[in-house]
């Protein structure tokens, strides 16, 4: 396997065959239904259901929060172990709709790659731009996938310059699509010279592969019409003078990404690119962490938390801390100093996500996601190792775009609101922010679909019956700086200073003009738009 690192010691094998990756991509181009046919090859489930299909049975394995099912989108980010061949797959599923995007970018800090879907007939959209650019800033290697081309699309190569123009990445094509909408018939795998035939009449089996020796075999003319095979010749010839070979180093880099088509819903394509993670996906990379990095195969166990959710079970009140490995390998019922608390923490049912079913995980690797229930202790970007103080460096919390004040309905439910609110705050749902002056919360989100969706979740979870109201401020600016300068300013601007359920302080503003005033007024006083989520 390739190493960015020429001096980095071989990984244990039972490290080096994992690949811990997400899948990322804008709404609706596809990404639950390529995650049902991950699942389905990796045995993991039985038979994919349609993201709505009908009745219980078949909704979608990944999304198990009651909106999610409503609605048919992905709103928080799941995990998944499942094995495909000799490797174990590790896939974090990312919510796709842009309101959610700050549980997005923490995840790509646990993984080691992305798979980037992208929709034939759309291209590159908005939202995939921004994720691709979180992807960037982590250097993170990318793999592309563009679906749905059974249906009509663009053209081939129109798709390919898209997208090294709109994201500069070099695009190699893996597999060429023969024909398109209701004329698709497959496609040719360019780095094995392979048809792969697409069956129309059974979506959940595998195409068929029919192995033939480049694009001169007789055989091809058996299984492609002349005019589709001609135009076939034709682009794969222009394709191989005009695109950039693979190289897998500079995949790995993340300056190229290999492009594979196919139709997830027909169950066409996927295994290719599964094939296409075994072979090219990064195994488990060190983490950038103060004072050192870590490296995978250090034999100490060394994790972080990059995500927690609430009342995954709603007849437990529990909370399950996502934690990705960084090193070592993990036994159940392991004693880890919770690095922050500096308290040891006796991790006794650590679980493992296998589709919608969890189970107790008796071990796991670096490179693996495991959910440890716990009361609160754990909250995003918590260390968790075999006693030395590392702290994982690098899980951003982002200053909330949108603000509004809650009240419960009923004022005798007050206490129970804090309490609610707390909660999702640590789970970093939300921002919660507790003015100096005067009562009641604030909270700030990233995009509007989540008041609903806090709403609808303390009403469910806690009993609580909520609404919001308009707040006269609009955005919220972490404050640091020397003590005196900070106390001299918080007691200038009593009216506007709050703070967050860390207890650190925040200034809320209205208007651009407020923070222009700051900086010019108080000079040793920085105001910032992110927060490291650390201790």
């Given at each position: 396997?390739?190493?960015t ?9 039972e490290?080096a065959r994992?690949r811990t990756?997400?899948?990322?991509s ?7 239904t390529l995650?049902e046919?991950?699942?389905?090859y ?11 299909a009908?009745g219980?049975a ?8 009651q909106?999610e099912k ?5 709103v928080?980010?799941?995990a998944m172990?499942?094995?495909?061949k ?11 709709h842009?309101?959610?995007?700050e549980?997005?970018?923490r995840t790509l800090?646990?993984?080691d790659?992305a798979i ?10 908005s ?10 800033l982590?250097d993170l290697?990318i ?11 663009r053209?081939?190569?129109d798709?390919i310059d898209?997208?090294q123009?709109m ?7 893996a ?14 795998d360019?780095?094995n010279?392979?048809l792969e ?5 059974d979506?959940?089996?595998v195409a068929e592969?029919i192995?033939?020796k ?5 055989l091809l ?6 005019i589709?095979l001609?135009?076939?010749r ?10 950039p ?11 190229m990404t290999p492009i594979?088509?196919?139709?997830a819903?027909n169950?066409?394509?996927v295994?290719e690119?599964?094939d296409?993670?075994a ?14 990095q ?6 100490t166990?060394?994790?972080f938390?990059?995500?927690v ?6 007849k437990?009140?529990?909370?399950v ?8 390998h ?16 006796a991790?006794?049912?650590p679980?493992?996500?296998?589709a919608?079913?969890?189970?107790l995980a ?6 693996d996601?495991i959910?440890?229930?716990?009361h609160?202790q754990?909250r ?7 006693g030395?103080a590392?702290r994982?460096t690098g899980i951003?919390s982002f200053a ?5 004040g809650v009240?419960a309905t009923?004022?005798m439910?007050a206490?129970h609101?804090e309490?609610?609110?707390?909660q ?9 922010f ?6 009641g919360?604030?909270v ?6 989540q008041?609903?969706?806090l709403?609808s979740?303390i009403?469910?979870?806690?009993g609580?019956?909520?609404r919001?109201?308009?707040?006269q401020f609009t955005s919220?600016?972490w404050?640091s700086?020397d003590?005196?300068?900070v ?6 601007n ?6 967050d ?9 209205r208007l651009q003009?407020d923070i222009?005033r ?5 000079p ?7 927060k490291?989520?650390?201790v």
């Open positions: 396997m390739l190493d690192a020429a001096n980095r010691p071989a990984l244990p094998p490290i994992r990756f997400a899948i990322i804008h709404p609706d181009a596809g990404k639950t995650t046919k991950f699942l389905l990796g045995g993991a489930i039985q038979m994919a259901g349609q993201v709505r009908k219980e078949r909704r979608t394995r990944s999304d198990f929060m909106m409503d609605r048919g989108i992905s928080s980010a799941s172990s499942f094995d495909f000799t490797f174990r797959f590790n896939l974090v599923d990312t919510p796709g842009s309101d959610f995007s549980d997005t970018y800090t646990a993984v790659a980037m879907v992208i929709d034939g007939a759309k291209g590159v959209e939202q995939t731009r921004k994720l691709f650019e979180v992807c960037r982590r290697p793999l592309t996938f563009c679906n749905k081309m059974d249906r009509e699309s053209d081939t190569f798709i898209e997208i123009e994201l500069a990445i070099d695009v190699t094509p597999s060429w699509p023969i024909g398109m909408g209701r004329e698709f018939l497959g496609c040719y360019m780095l010279d392979r035939l697409m069956d129309r009449a979506r959940n089996r592969t192995k033939i480049g694009l001169d075999d007789p003319e058996k299984h492609v019409p002349e589709l001609e135009q076939l034709e682009e794969v010839e222009m394709a191989r003078e005009l695109l070979a693979l190289d897998p180093q500079s995949v790995l880099e993340g300056h594979w088509f196919g139709s819903i169950s066409f394509g295994k690119l599964m296409g993670i072979t090219y996906g990064p195994e488990p990379q060190p983490q950038s962490a103060e004072p050192r870590i490296s995978p195969e250090e034999t166990v060394s994790g938390v990059f995500k959710q609430a009342n995954m079970d709603p437990h009140r529990d909370r801390a996502f934690v990705r490995l960084a090193s070592g993990f036994i159940r019922g392991m004693k880890l100093t919770h690095v922050r608390s500096k308290k040891p923490m991790i006794t049912n679980v493992m996500f296998l919608s079913d969890r189970e008796e071990e796991a690797w670096a490179g996601i959910g440890i229930p716990n609160g754990l995003i970007g918590d260390t968790l190792t075999e030395e590392l994982v951003p909330p775009e949108l603000l509004q009240r009923d004022p439910k206490k609101l309490k609610a609110l707390m999702f705050a640590e789970e970093g749902a939300a921002k919660v507790k003015p100096a002056i005067g009562s919360f604030i700030g989100v990233v995009g509007a679909l008041f609903e969706v709403a979740r009403e469910l979870e806690y609580i019956p909520v919001f109201e308009q707040s919220a600016r404050v700086g003590k005196q300068a106390e001299k300013f918080t007691n200038a009593k009216q506007h200073i709050a703070h359920h860390d207890g650190d302080i925040v200034y809320l503003t003009w222009d700051i900086e010019r007024d108080f040793d006083v920085t105001l910032s738009a992110t490291e989520m650390m």
